[in-house]
């Protein structure tokens, strides 16, 4: 029997691609579940014990998380990194660890194809089938759902005749949730004039009035939450989840350019992408050069672009890494926010490498290292292309 690794999510297109290929194309089938951060405990016990019922011959939980940290969010936080100045780029960046994981796996245990459950109308396709190809070229790609064009009722209704009974009504929203964010589409979100209300967003607001919240960064990496240390990063960007999502902070709604080419729409919730990043970017402007943020800045919209499009993997995002880590060397210290319904504002930080603490001068009150005629003749030599240029063409000064 040939052997096929199903991404398993223990969703509708997935179940029935483990059922499908178990039961009538006679493939030896291995369910591998790949969590980077969205899976409860009770969700993946219930997702093995359904992949079994569906046929499977083993299932696996895949525990990304922690590589997916290591190897790509830090440098999401180096990077302040937000697609289109609003997204953390939550999902794109999941499915490229998740489909790393897949392919992994699959060699491990020698398999001879890989089968995902995506449609042919979105990104996810391109994601694992990109990361399959590259890593697995050797393997075959199935995709049931997208190939046959097969409906949702029609999955269902073959569930259904072989025994499996579980509930997949059709829900208004749909959510990918991750350590870096909870995406929801449909709804409200396919109508462009409209928003998501209320009872869309999965955390509820429970906090009223406001609250102070600490994030410290040694290097640019999360330390600390509200004076507590953490050796694990994963747990601190859940400490500091907990917290602001009970403000309802982070709810956005991203419109942007899809790997396809149509445009896509999505809402979100992501409290500690955004207060995080927010703490970072403010710490670095107290602590970096201008022409460090400058720089970037600029390598990390690319940086984000690319894992948006799949492009993990190319070589030179490595040495985009590189640059962005070197950069953080002196970005430590504690930023303080104030926290409320909502929202939140930057308020302050304590750092060792504070540049404002400078012996030269305190902007706008005293100067102390150069002298009243120094900077007067800084101004003038400052001044001289546009005395030169309006010196040849002095009609173009005149206010009109």
């Known amino acids: 029997m040939k052997k096929v690794v199903v991404a398993f999510s223990g969703g509708l297109d997935t179940s029935y691609t483990v059922m499908y290929l178990a039961k009538e194309k006679g493939y ?37 998380t922690k590589e997916y940290y290591d190897k790509s969010l830090r440098y999401m936080i180096y990077g302040n990194v937000l697609r289109n100045g609003t997204y953390p780029i939550s999902v794109s960046s999941e499915r490229i660890f998740q489909g790393i994981a897949i392919a992994r796996y699959a060699k491990q245990i020698g398999a001879d194809a890989i089968a995902h459950g995506s449609t042919g109308a979105g990104n996810d396709q391109v994601r694992f089938d990109m990361t399959f190809l590259v890593m697995c070229p050797e393997m075959e790609i199935i995709t049931l759902t997208r190939d046959g064009n097969i ?42 004039r409209q928003g998501l209300p209320e009872s869309a967003y999965l955390k509820q607001v429970t906090k009223t009035g406001s609250e102070i919240l600490s994030i410290g960064f040694y290097k640019g990496e999360l330390h ?32 942007g350019d899809t790997i396809i080419g149509i445009k896509g729409r999505v809402g979100f919730e992501a409290a500690a992408p955004m207060l995080i ?28 672009m690319f894992l948006h499009e799949s492009q993990y993997l190319e070589p030179v995002m490595r040495d985009i890494e590189a640059m962005l880590e070197s950069s953080q ?9 104030e926290l409320r319904p909502y929202g939140f504002s930057t308020v302050g930080v304590d750092s060792p490498d504070d540049l404002l603490k400078s012996k030269l001068g305190e902007y706008g009150e005293s100067q102390k290292g150069w002298t009243a005629e120094e900077a007067k003749g800084f101004i003038k030599l400052l001044s001289t292309p546009l005395r030169m240029y309006y010196g040849a063409h002095p009609d173009e000064l005149k206010i009109k």
Request: overall charge negative; aromatic content about 12%; proline content about 1%.
């Open 224 to 255: 600390s939450v509200n004076g507590k240390a953490y050796e694990d990063r994963v747990q601190a960007i859940k400490a500091v989840e907990e917290i602001g999502a009970a403000y309802g902070i982070g709810r956005d709604m991203h419109v």
């Open 28 to 64: 030896e089938v291995y369910a591998a579940c790949a969590d980077t951060g969205g899976f409860s405990p009770e969700q993946l016990a219930a997702n093995e014990k359904n992949a079994y019922a569906l046929g499977a011959k083993a299932y696996v939980t895949l525990d990304v």
């Open 151 to 192: 409906s949702r009722k029609e999955e269902v209704d073959y569930l259904n005749a072989h025994g499996f009974k579980a509930d997949f009504a059709k829900m208004k929203y749909s959510y990918n949730v991750g350590i870096w964010g909870t995406s929801i589409c449909g709804g409200e979100i396919l109508d462009s």
């Open 329 to 337: 060397s002196n970005v430590n210290g504690t930023v303080t926010l």
């Open 277 to 304: 990043i927010a703490a970072h970017k403010f710490l670095e402007k107290f602590t970096l050069s201008k022409w460090q943020q400058y720089w970037k800045d600029q390598v990390a919209n690319w940086y984000g």
